[in-house]
Every structure is written in C-alpha cells, then in structure tokens.
C-alpha cells in the first residue's frame, strides 16, 4: 500500500473519484477511507497508524469547510500529507482552502487546488513523490 486518501465524508467520494483512476493507472496501490477531523478523530489517528504500518508513503487528505483533515494527518505523521479542499458551503469553498493552507510552522501540508481537479493533481504529486524512490 503506497497511498492511503482519507475523504470527510461520504460526499467526497465524487471528488476522488478521478484521483482513484489515475492511481489505478499508474498501478499505485491506494486505500480510501471515510474519516473526519471532527466527527471520528479518534478513528482518524488509528488510521494514520495502521496505514503507516502498512507501508504507506503518501497520505491524501480531502475535506470541505472547516477542513482540518490535513493538519491533523500531518500533525501524526512525518510521511507526506496532501490535502485538497472541498467547496461544500456558502463560501465556495474559501473556508476550505484556507484551512487547509494556512497550517502552523511543523504541521507541512501540501495543498492543492479545490475540488475534482485538485485531487486529481494530488495523485499526480502523490505519483511523483513515489517516483523518488521507485524507478519503475
């Protein structure tokens, strides 16, 4: 397992569906999980450990609102954490970007643009982040 995508919830699934096929494209194995920040954070964290004992190098976060999915994977894990806001509220999205932008010295999360194409460009980081240590 090299990815593991943890989306807050059930209406994200749209979202990463298109990160999920260029994955599967380049034959990156990846898990999807439904977690939140906020609802189950206890559950959050065991993930990030059990993933982590499973080998993953690269963990996609994606959120909308007060989107601290992100900044809580990052703040557990020293692997790389991409996070990707969600529009899901009166603000298109702007309280999502920004709270998974504006993180704290020691919390480094990469963050992309809003919505489908910002997780399909997540993948795609995530992809070339592997290729750093795969020359396959």
């Given amino acids: 397992m090299k990815v593991a995508i ?32 906020h609802r189950s954070p206890a559950r ?5 450990e059990t993933y982590e004992e499973k080998g993953v190098e690269v963990f996609i976060a994606v959120a909308g609102k007060a989107a601290h999915l992100a900044g809580i994977v990052a703040a557990h894990t020293v692997k790389p ?9 009166s603000l298109d999205g702007l ?26 460009n997540s993948a795609l980081l995530a992809i070339q982040i592997l290729s750093l240590n795969d020359s396959s």
């Fill in 6 to 37: 943890f989306i807050g919830s059930d209406s994200d699934y749209d979202v990463v569906k298109d990160a999920q096929a260029i994955l599967k494209e380049f034959k990156v194995s990846f898990a999807l999980e439904v977690t939140s920040a």
């Fill in 44 to 48: 959050t964290l065991r993930l990030i």
């Fill in 81 to 89: 954490v991409i996070g990707v806001p969600v529009e899901s509220s």
């Fill in 95 to 120: 309280d999502a970007l920004l709270s998974t932008v504006q993180m704290p010295k020691g919390v480094p999360v990469a963050t992309m643009g809003l919505g489908k194409s910002g997780a399909s």
